[in-house]
Structure formats: structure tokens, C-alpha cells
């Protein structure tokens, strides 16, 4: 066969995402022709999307001291380092590719988030800055040509925002990105050119406070139909919810509270020190995914806690033990979208801190099977008056798209752990085969509310919701 012929088949394996077959045919061309530039780079592209990332930067480092489009090789170089966890290693590639494509604004966004991951956040802000000045906006097209519509995600650098890559996976319209900072200027009229509807992603309020007023008068200004309007956010902090959703019924709601540092420090220095409801979990107020998460018995632990971790403010919220007969602990998540409550995990556990990553549930068939019941039919798990408490919550929260996390205690209360649109939504669950029905439900219905949305694009309708209530 001839070269052209190999270099087709791999072309069209690669795009399939057959990526065995597609390295077996870029081997081929190699073997007929070891310096085909392209064959190398393409090769390159798939042993790091199959996770070979030092096999990868074998092949692209012969291509630094040849002729050809060198942002391309050390862009790839910047994503398998990054992709190995070599961060700063990756930073220096980066900025290489940058020196040979210096309007490139995708590169300048990628070394902006790596050093906001180091924690250079001064160099983080300047490349963010840079980025803006040079394109506001990154876009995602969609699978089709002309899109059937256009959405305006509202981002900001770091943590807190919604999670929506996933969601946006074969979508019919194109995803415009804009980088959100404060104090920059935006074109306006460009934007709303741009966006038949517009999409909040700034959702942690602990983490991305000062961001929310200038994103609700941004949006404002644009004038689109809106998904999780900023204000409403505003009103989602692990203490608001607690308070909004007190008194719903059948709803078990521990009552969070936030403290600054130093008011927490100075109160476990009081002798004797002011009683709180043991045992109780502690959290730095931002964090997520279990990061520095811990059940504290009494004060001195919860002094050692501080003393620890850091932070400018922290959560305490009394603990429930909400074990089930079995000895498991069970937690389920739903998410949210446009009033529709959508099953998405269910987590189980032999310790209270249950996350569906760190489960042993892959080594025990009867969790897979009680999991993928709850993904087929909730409310079985979930009866009536769960399904109203579920509803009610909605009302409350007044949001477009967000997730909760919860529990059933041994009456039938629902146990309310959390409540906010950061909740990741993805399809890698090659381990949970089962699961893949119930997230694409997740991510059609998202796609489906935001093509409602856009339909109203061209009456310049404006879709609004009302904050959390007060309870």
C-alpha cells in the first residue's frame, strides 16, 4: 500500500477514536517514510490520548531540529507534559509555542490555567489578560455546519465554575467561551451577536464572589435568554442553602454554618470554649470533592484542624450518621435541568465520606446492580413523598441546572449533604458501562433546554428566576 493509502486509513481510524488501528497504519507510513512529518505528529496525537505520553514526546522531540510548523510540535509537547503532571516542564514548551504563534490566544489560555494550577496566580492574571486583549472568547464548534444556534458560556479562570465540557460533547451549536474578569471591558454588541442564549458557568460562591455581580451586569447588557442567572447563585453558599431548605418536608437538612477564620480561632481559644454540636464535619469554605473534609469529635480536634488547613473561612455542619440496615452508606446524586430531576450516581461505601471514585463498588457486582437500578427507575428508591421533597427543592433553589447530593435515613428523610452547579457531569465510565444511558439523559436534556432558550434569542425574551427563599 501506498503511503498516501496508510496515511487515509489512519486518518479516518483517528477520527473514529479507533486509536489502536489508527497508530497501526501511522507506524506503517513511518516505516515507508520515517521523517512524514504529519504522520508523526498525528501518531504523537494519539499515543497521548492513550495516556503514553512519554512515548509521544519520543516522537515529536526529532521534530524540533526540522523544518515545519514548530507551534504545532511544542503545543504537543505542552499537552503530553501537562497531561504526565509535568507542570512546569509543560509551561516551557508552551511558552515556545507561543514565541512561534504569538496571537495564538488557545495557548495563552493553556499556559494561564497551568500557572494558575502552580499557584502563580500574578503570572496566571497577566496571562489571562493577555489572552482577553487577544481573544475574549474561545469557541467549540458543533457538529454541524451552520450551527443551529449559539451559546455564550460565561467562564472564569480557576475554580467554581460548572462543569460543561461533557455537556456540550456532539452538540448542534457552536460554544462561544468568554474568559470572565472583573475589571476587563467587553464589546457588548459583539457578544450578543455571538449568543442566541447565555449560560452562566461562575457557580461557587465561596470561591468566585466578587466575579457575580460584574457576570450579572454583563448579562444584563447582552440581553439573552439566560441559564443560572449570577444573583441567583449568589444566594447558594453551603449556609443559604442550609437556611432555604429547612423547612421542607421530608427533608432532613443539617444546619451549616460558615466562620471566618479569625472568629473561629478566637472561639476555641475562649475557656471554657462555646459548645458545639459534636460530632460535626469541618471543610475550608471553597473546597470540594472531599479535599481536607474531616469528622471532628470534639474541640481539640477541631482546633488541630485549623491549626492545619489553612483558610480564610470554614464550614461546620453537624454530622448524621446516615448508614443504612446493611452497614453501607449510600449516597445519591441527582442533577437538575430545567425542573426535570435526572439520577446520575449512586455512591456506596463502607465510611461516611462516600465518593463514587473512591468507592470499592468496581469489585462488588451487587452495588453495580443496585446502582444501575437507581439509574433505571429512582423513584422505586425514591417514592412519593421523596419525589415531592425533590421538587420542593427545586422551587426553592431557583435554579436552571444544578446537582444536589443526599441520603435516606432510616425514616425516609431525604439527608441534604449538598446543593450547587459545580457537580461534575461526565461520560468516562468505562468501569460503570451502565451508567452511560442515565449521563447522556443528563447531557441531552441539557442541550434540550438550551435550544427552548434559544428560540426565544430573536424576541430578545429574557428568561428570569427568582433568588433562593428565605425560610
Avoid at 495557548?107 to 497577566?126: E, K, P, T, V, Y
Avoid at 442550609?242 to 437538612?253: F, H, K, P, Q
Wanted: proline letters at 6%; one cysteine or more; hydrophobic letters at 40%.
Amino acid at each position: 500500500m501506498s503511503i498516501d493509502h496508510f496515511l487515509s486509513l489512519a486518518s479516518a481510524c483517528h477520527q473514529e477514536g479507533h486509536f489502536l488501528l489508527a497508530e497501526t497504519y501511522y507506524r506503517n507510513v513511518l516505516e515507508l517514510a520515517p521523517d512524514h512529518r504529519d504522520a508523526r505528529l498525528r501518531l504523537a496525537q494519539v499515543l497521548i490520548r492513550s495516556n503514553r505520553f512519554d512515548d509521544g514526546i519520543a516522537l515529536l522531540l526529532p521534530l524540533l531540529n526540522r523544518p515545519g510548523d514548530m507551534a504545532a510540535v511544542y503545543r504537543l509537547l505542552g499537552l503530553a507534559e501537562t497531561c504526565a503532571g509535568r507542570h512546569p516542564r509543560a509551561i516551557d514548551y508552551l511558552t515556545r509555542a507561543l514565541e512561534h504563534a504569538p496571537d495564538d490566544s488557545s495557548i495563552m489560555h493553556f499556559i494561564a490555567n497551568l500557572q494558575q494550577l502552580l499557584g502563580l496566580d500574578s503570572a496566571a492574571d497577566a496571562s489571562f489578560r493577555r489572552a482577553v486583549r487577544s481573544k475574549p472568547m474561545v469557541t467549540f464548534g458543533g457538529v454541524v455546519t451552520p450551527p443551529d444556534y449559539r451559546v455564550l458560556f460565561l467562564f472564569t479562570p480557576g475554580a467554581g465554575n460548572t462543569p460543561f465540557d461533557y455537556l456540550i460533547q456532539g452538540a448542534r451549536f457552536d460554544s462561544n467561551v468568554l474568559i470572565l474578569l472583573p475589571d476587563m471591558d467587553y464589546d457588548v454588541d459583539q457578544l450578543r451577536a455571538e449568543a442566541d442564549v447565555v449560560v452562566n458557568l461562575v457557580s461557587d460562591v465561596d470561591l468566585r464572589q466578587g466575579v457575580l455581580d460584574p457576570a450579572q451586569a454583563l448579562i444584563e447588557r447582552i440581553g439573552r435568554p439566560i441559564v443560572n442567572l449570577p444573583r441567583v447563585i449568589a444566594g447558594t453558599s453551603r449556609e443559604s442553602i442550609a437556611r432555604c431548605l429547612s423547612d421542607i418536608t421530608g427533608c432532613r437538612v443539617p444546619q451549616t454554618r460558615g466562620y471566618p477564620a479569625a472568629e473561629l480561632h478566637a472561639m476555641l481559644a475562649r475557656v471554657p470554649a462555646p459548645p458545639l454540636p459534636f460530632p460535626l464535619l469541618a471543610r475550608p469554605a471553597g473546597a470540594h470533592g472531599g479535599t481536607h473534609f474531616e469528622k471532628i469529635g470534639d474541640h481539640a480536634q477541631l482546633q488541630a484542624f485549623v491549626n492545619r488547613v489553612d483558610a480564610t473561612r470554614y464550614y461546620l455542619t453537624p454530622f448524621v450518621d446516615y448508614r443504612s440496615d446493611d452497614g453501607y452508606f449510600r449516597k445519591y446524586r441527582f442533577i437538575y435541568v430545567d425542573g426535570e430531576i435526572l439520577p446520575y450516581h449512586l455512591a456506596i461505601g463502607d465510611q461516611w465520606k462516600v465518593h463514587h471514585a473512591t468507592t470499592g463498588m468496581t469489585g462488588h457486582p451487587w452495588m453495580q446492580a443496585e446502582e444501575q437500578a437507581f439509574l433505571d427507575d429512582p423513584w422505586r428508591v425514591f417514592g412519593d413523598a421523596q419525589r415531592a421533597a425533590l421538587q420542593a427543592i427545586h422551587d426553592a433553589i431557583g435554579l436552571d441546572y444544578f446537582g444536589i447530593d443526599c441520603a435516606l435515613d432510616p425514616h425516609g428523610a431525604i439527608v441534604m449533604f449538598e446543593v450547587n452547579a459545580t457537580m461534575l457531569v461526565h461520560g468516562n465510565n468505562e468501569q460503570f458501562p451502565y451508567k452511560t444511558q442515565a449521563v447522556e439523559r443528563i447531557k441531552h436534556a441539557f442541550q434540550a433546554m438550551l435550544e427552548r432558550r434559544a428560540r426565544y434569542s430573536g424576541q430578545g425574551s429574557s428568561r428570569t428566576r427568582r433568588p433562593p427563599r428565605s425560610r
